[in-house]
């Protein structure tokens, strides 16, 4: 009976930790969620200005799952592009989540396939800036921390987009509200509390100027909304790389 109590007990005390850890995740995504309904709401107007049903703009935000790939598609869309340049286009622009993937891999290489995948099928640009933040920051990521991040932000997009939808016949262009800075806006906050509890304070530095750096080469070559992408990523990883 003891024995039975004690197994009992030790599985309740697991399950609490993942379901705290879980929550912490949730917490920890509040940043994206504001971020994420601004730039949904972007999203789902242009899907729907291209003429995307209901349907297919969501669809596309559940089984895509990436903003700047679904505003290009939905920009192509509208010029007519072919099916196949679309496909491509989202190819190469969803191609840096390799490298986002292998940069988070060391922390969860005692996982199993099934939960890695997991992982990684719901990771993002935004979701991968705040776990770099909270790997950097304590040395190691709980799968259940990752999980609640991941899930939430998901969920979120959908909703935010949805709307989007909803809003595109009321709002023809989502630039009238500002919404088309809404992106750059939630990379710059999310940059800042990655490094804000830093304690090294030249490793802070270096990130900032990395990004800036990045951020006005990227802009002379790809949209606006895409050089801070790249460059919020490029100062995520060098965060990530730089040893104590």
């Not at 840096?96 to 940069?103: D, G, V």
């Not at 987009?161 to 906050?189: E, H, N, R």
Request: charged share 10%; with cysteine.
């Amino acid at each position: 009976m003891e024995v039975e109590e004690m197994s009992k007990n030790s599985l309740e005390i697991k399950n609490k930790t993942s379901t705290y850890y879980f929550i912490q995740g949730v917490k920890d995504c509040i940043p994206t969620i504001f971020g994420y309904l601004s730039i949904g709401f972007a999203c789902g107007i242009l899907s729907k200005s291209c003429g995307l049903t209901f349907v297919e703009a969501v669809g596309m935000s559940i089984f895509v799952y990436a903003g700047s790939a679904q505003f290009i598609a939905s920009s192509m869309i509208l010029s007519n592009a072919s099916i196949a340049s679309i496909i491509l286009s989202i190819f190469f622009i969803n191609f840096r989540h390799l490298f986002m993937s292998a940069a988070m891999a060391p922390y969860f290489k005692e996982n199993s396939l099934l939960k890695n995948l997991s992982i990684g099928v719901l990771l993002t640009d935004e979701t991968f800036l705040v776990a770099a933040a909270e790997g950097f920051n304590r040395k190691k990521i709980n799968y259940f921390w990752m999980m609640g991040l991941n899930i939430v932000a998901y969920i979120n997009w959908i909703i935010a987009t949805g709307i989007g939808v909803l809003l595109g016949s009321i709002i023809p262009d989502y630039k009238v509200f500002g919404l088309d800075f809404a992106l750059i806006a939630m990379f710059i906050g999310l940059l800042i509390s990655a490094i804000k509890d830093n304690i090294k304070l030249n490793k802070a530095i270096i990130i900032i100027i990395t990004t800036i750096m990045v951020l006005i080469i990227s802009i002379q070559i790809v949209s606006t909304s895409t050089g801070a992408i790249i460059a919020a990523v490029i100062g995520a990883l060098i965060g990530v790389m730089i040893k104590e």
